[in-house]
């Protein structure tokens, strides 16, 4: 059990003990050969690795890259689009933690726990800043600050989202951890290991990816981002919202055993505290409540969309996770490119399947038959590390995207979409998926008498680092109905 973790807002303007302990550690750490698996590289690596873009950066020398890290031991081993994105990063979190507090307390005789970034902390008109120790040239005895090493967005200072951009709390409305099918708080089922998985969780989708686009520089990829001091703090806050989110009343956490005891092939692996074999083994269950990765905060209301212990009424709920259908209402006819214009695809519905969701969207009497409706994005693929795109409904041909707000789906940052494309991949080039939760959006189209129950017109329009030469492909659009029993 570590200190509690504390809002790096509350901690003190500029260069606070703990901002600069955060500094002297990582300057110590960051000296340390790659090969010391307590060194930052190594635990950069663990989130992803590429030697060659490493040799290219000159992150490394000449010399040999350990063979722990290329053989997939302890390299390469963040998890992504799958129920295990947010265990396998809170046992990371938790390992970092350790490494760095044990550098402070060597340095400088004091205890140290992991600050977070609370940036949509409503309350604190300042919680988008990155704080100034991350941005400041020096340290205060004049030393250069290891806290800007790596390169971000060029003259960041504070996250800036464009107009459209998800960047917003709404994860938190989703009741179940997982449905099968691809839709959920914390990801898609799968039980094994995998670095990149075919469903993002709403929670990994935004604020996660979108905190990586906006800070820019390494933290766009993950083969870079773990480097960037201020990936933990931002760790440690999505981190922070599941946990608020477990503990509020409704939300259903997964207890299903191939999360609870998985991955199933192998189970996640962090190095100990000094990097001895063995290092340290574990599984889902390790990080809750009770298990050696359980962290502490100090405080699960502010910036998490939900308040611990109160019912939160955005949303119906739809009974429990495993007696839920989601089923798949409808597809477009083929793959979909796009460079640096919108492209547009039919998305052909099966009218009775469709007309009764429809129906049912609204319901809220208890044990009513109720439903929602997603898009989902299959096989998405490209070359750029964080690409973003805008998803439209029934965007009249050639019409502005931005003269029409209400038919806006979603937004997504393709957080780890050149990782998860490469075709020679541990992932064979798979791609990424999403789900777009589209059910008020259907709901005022029917309002609106706009609702075709056998066509939906999808448009996705390009946004940061899409281009012509950068295109995305979408393998597959369809439409999900999910239904469940109102509870
Ligand atoms: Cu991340």
New binding site residues.
């Given amino acids: 059990m570590g200190a509690v973790r504390q809002d790096v807002a509350t901690l003190g303007a500029g260069w606070n003990k703990t901002l600069l302990n955060y500094a002297l550690a990582m300057r110590a750490l960051d000296e340390l050969p790659i090969s010391n698996r307590n060194s930052w590289k190594f635990l950069g690596a663990m989130?992803g690795f590429d030697e060659e873009l490493w040799r290219g950066e000159e992150l490394i020398g000449t010399g040999p890259v350990p063979a722990d890290l290329t053989n997939g031991t302890y390299g390469d081993q963040?998890q992504?689009g799958s129920w295990y994105f947010l265990p396998w990063?809170r046992g990371y979190l938790a390992t970092f933690e350790a490494i760095v507090a044990a550098k402070v307390k060597e340095l400088t005789g004091d205890d140290w726990a992991l600050p977070y970034w609370n940036y949509l902390d409503a309350s604190n008109p300042e919680a988008r800043k990155v704080p100034a120790a991350f941005i400041a040239d020096k340290l205060p005895n004049g030393d250069p600050n290891p806290l800007k090493t790596y390169p971000r967005r060029p003259g960041l200072s504070a996250l800036q989202p464009g107009r459209r951009d998800a960047f917003s709390l709404a994860a938190a409305e989703e009741t179940d951890f997982t449905v099968d099918g691809g839709i959920g708080y914390g990801g898609g089922i799968t039980g094994d290991f995998i670095q990149f998985g075919n469903w993002t969780g709403d929670i990994?989708n935004n604020p996660?990816?979108t905190?990586?686009r906006l800070v820019g520089g390494y933290?766009t990829d993950?083969r870079l981002?773990g480097l960037d001091p201020l990936?933990w703090l931002?760790?440690c806050n999505?981190d922070r919202m599941w946990e608020a989110w477990m503990r509020a009343p409704g939300k259903k956490m997964t207890r299903d055993s191939r999360w609870r005891d998985g991955p199933a092939d192998r189970l996640f692996l962090m190095p100990q505290l000094g990097g001895a074999d063995p290092g340290i083994t574990f599984g889902g269950s390790d990080t809750l409540t009770g298990g050696r990765f359980h962290p502490t905060y100090d405080d699960l209301t502010k910036g998490t969309g939900v308040v611990p212990g109160a019912v939160a009424v955005a949303r119906v709920g739809m009974g429990p996770s495993h007696q839920q259908t989601v089923e798949p209402i409808g597809a477009n006819a083929g793959a979909v490119s796009v460079g640096s214009k919108p492209e547009s695809s039919l998305v052909t519905l099966e009218p009775q399947a469709t007309t009764a969701g429809v129906a049912a969207m609204g319901a809220t009497t208890p044990g009513a038959k109720v439903s929602r409706f997603y898009l989902a994005l299959e096989a998405v693929r490209g070359q750029a590390p964080a690409p973003q795109i805008d998803v439209y409904v029934n965007l009249p041909e050639g019409a502005d995207p931005d003269a029409h707000p209400e038919l806006h789906a979603g937004n997504l940052t393709m957080?780890g979409l050149n990782v998860a494309s490469r075709p020679h991949g541990r992932h064979a080039g798979n791609g990424l998926g999403y789900t777009l939760d589209i059910t008020e959006l259907a709901q005022r189209l029917k309002q609106a008498g706009d609702f075709d129950p056998s066509k939906l017109r999808v448009t996705l329009v390009p946004g940061e680092h899409v281009s012509d030469q950068q295109p995305i492909t979408v393998d597959k659009i369809s439409v999900l109905k999910r239904t469940g029993t109102v509870s």
Avoid: K, L, Q, S
């Fill in positions: 989130h963040c992504h990063h990994e996660h990816n905190v990586h933290m993950p981002a990936f931002h760790h999505i957080f």
